[in-house]
């Protein structure tokens, strides 16, 4: 066990608590007295600082985390050693990891989706780059909230990184890191790729979409489930799309080559076939309103069945939607325009108002009426002196109706139901 160091100095760091603990190191905030601004400071433990092989992955560690400049990757400031203590000093994000958001259950299919891509975006880079993180898990993605309208996520702790390179073991053959969301070739110390993270990648999603991991037990069980076994469909556990289990299989495969070639790949598909929750994936403003399930809530436990997608607001809706209730709307708006309303009437003014507010023109009408009526009138009369008369016709009482309750409009087709 680490010592905590906390309210020692170290170096120009004043340590100020703990964040995090892990198995070689010990996560700090801590105040660069210099610059005096906060970090996070990781710092390994003396214990481990002897030890050629942790000592050697601490450094590549440190190169790890500054070879990569994304928005989605912890920024690097520093990497040292004073006392013999080796530290790594990032940027502190004020937030919590994604293992804390998931602890008490599920989090909403929109929100996932979200957190997720964001650490797609940072993986594929890794990639690209061939780099491989090897320790993907929910206690590893940090999410804040301080830094921008909507939630941002830091992918974090390249422990375990590693160059493309055959399995991941200490020197004596040990399995670093958690199994929980480690790919089958990870387990066996097979050849490792972009798609080893995919895997995790969707373990990942699978936890925040149930509030679990896919495979749960003892250390041994987990890894049989890895290795072989089937994991549990998420509409078994949870009511969603079953679109989605099709997605999870797929990136959940046993053999990478029958998952997604990219981590984006894998998030492009689990929003389409989320998209009946979650949306379109199309940002909201902040601020936009809807009616529904609120924010951070379980929609999942009561979905309804698919449903169309939608841009909000939405077109009236030809079926009954019992989850998402859109505010009524006088007028279904034009694509994403917002509402116009008609143009204001001058104050004081109303349509019946205008009609009154003209006599003078109705008088020539009524006068040519009047006037009509006394011609016919004369013409009636000096009809019947001349003695001579014959039957009206009948009047027309039948009539035929083209109106039929077919021909009112309904409402609007929505696409992609
Ligand atoms: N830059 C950071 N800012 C804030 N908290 C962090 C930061 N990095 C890590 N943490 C917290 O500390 C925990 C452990 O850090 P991590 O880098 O994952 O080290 P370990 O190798 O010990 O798992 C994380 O799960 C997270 O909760
Ligand atoms: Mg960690």
Redesign the pocket.
């Known amino acids: 066990m680490s010592e905590d160091l906390t309210g020692r100095r170290l170096g120009h760091y004043k340590i100020d608590g703990v ?9 700090y ?1 801590a105040t660069d007295t210099r610059l005096g601004r906060k970090v ?1 400071l ?1 710092v390994m433990g003396e214990h481990i600082t002897g030890d050629a092989e942790f000592r050697e992955r601490f450094v590549d560690e440190a190169r790890n985390t500054s070879a990569i400049d994304h928005a989605n990757i ?1 920024p690097l400031y520093d990497f040292g050693e004073v006392d013999g203590m080796l530290y790594i000093a ?8 994604l ?2 958001k998931i602890k008490d259950g599920p989090i909403s299919a929109q929100r996932a989706l979200e957190l997720l891509g964001q650490v797609a975006e940072a993986l594929d880079m890794l990639h690209e780059r061939g780099l491989v993180h090897l ?1 993907l898990k929910p ?2 993605v ?1 999410v804040t909230s301080r830094e921008s309208s909507s939630e941002h996520v ?1 992918l ?2 390249f ?1 375990l990184t590693r160059r493309g390179a055959t399995g991941h073991r200490t020197s004596t053959g040990d399995f670093l890191g958690s199994p929980t969301y480690a790919a089958p070739e990870h387990l066996r110390g097979e050849p490792v790729d972009g798609r080893t993270d995919l895997y995790a990648l969707a373990c990942m999603l699978f936890a925040c979409l149930t509030g679990r991991p896919p495979f749960q037990g003892q250390v041994q069980e987990v890894i049989q489930g890895h290795l072989q076994g089937e994991p549990p469909k998420v509409t078994s556990l949870v009511v969603l799309p079953a679109e989605i289990d099709d997605v999870l299989r797929r990136g959940m495969a046993k053999t990478a080559d029958q998952r997604y070639s990219t981590c984006k790949g894998l998030i492009v598909a689990a929003k389409a076939a989320l998209a009946p929750v979650a949306g379109d994936g199309t940002p909201r403003r902040q601020g936009e309103v809807r009616t529904g399930p609120p924010s951070g809530a379980q929609p999942v436990q009561h979905y309804p069945g698919p449903q169309p997608q939608q841009p909000y607001p939405a077109a009236p809706q030809p079926q009954p939607q019992p989850q998402y209730q859109q505010p009524p709307r006088p007028l279904p708006p034009p694509g994403n325009d917002p509402v116009r309303l008609r143009p204001p009437m001058p104050v004081g003014s109303s349509s019946f108002a205008t009609r009154q507010s003209n006599p003078a023109k109705w008088i020539v009408p009524i006068l040519a009426a009047v006037a009509l009526i006394v011609v016919v009138v004369l013409f009636i009369v000096m009809a019947n002196m001349s003695g001579s008369g014959s039957g009206g016709s009948e009047p027309t009482t039948t009539e035929t109706s083209s109106y039929n309750s077919n021909d009112i409009p309904t409402a609007v087709p929505t696409v992609g139901g």
């Not at 964040?19 to 996560?27: A, P």
């Open positions: 964040l995090g603990r892990g198995g070689m190191s010990v996560m905030r996070a990781k912890v990032m940027r502190l994000v004020d937030g919590s990891d293992a804390s320790d206690a590893n940090l830091y974090a702790d422990g």
